[in-house]
């Protein structure tokens, strides 16, 4: 058996490398794509806005997000609320 050069287990491992890094950007778009049209991940989405401070106008609160964010997103209750809770 002939012996490989050097410089082609470097390249392998760049080779490897891409195919790893391709993988993964693959497998985060389908994640961002497909993860919030779960029931989990709608209910991360409203658990991550409600409460979430808009400026000098209040505070945000959703409940009841549904459907697909990226098409047809509905809310069942969407709210700001003052300091006054109003």
């Known amino acids: 058996m002939a012996a490989e050069p ?3 287990q470097p390249r392998r491992w760049g080779l490897a490398a891409a195919i790893a890094g391709v993988v993964l950007v693959a497998a985060l778009a389908v994640l961002v ?12 989405i409203e658990r991550a806005l ?5 400026g ?4 945000l609160s959703i ?8 098409r047809a997103l509905t ?3 969407l709210t700001i ?5 109003v």
């Open 33 to 44: 794509r497909v993860g919030p049209t779960t029931t989990a991940g709608q209910r991360l």
């Open 63 to 70: 409940e009841g997000l549904g459907g697909d964010p990226w």
């Open 56 to 59: 000098r106008v209040g505070r």
């Open 81 to 85: 609320s003052d300091s006054r809770g």
């Open 6 to 8: 050097r410089d082609a």
């Open 75 to 77: 809310v069942a209750r």
């Open 50 to 54: 409600s409460g979430m401070k808009l």
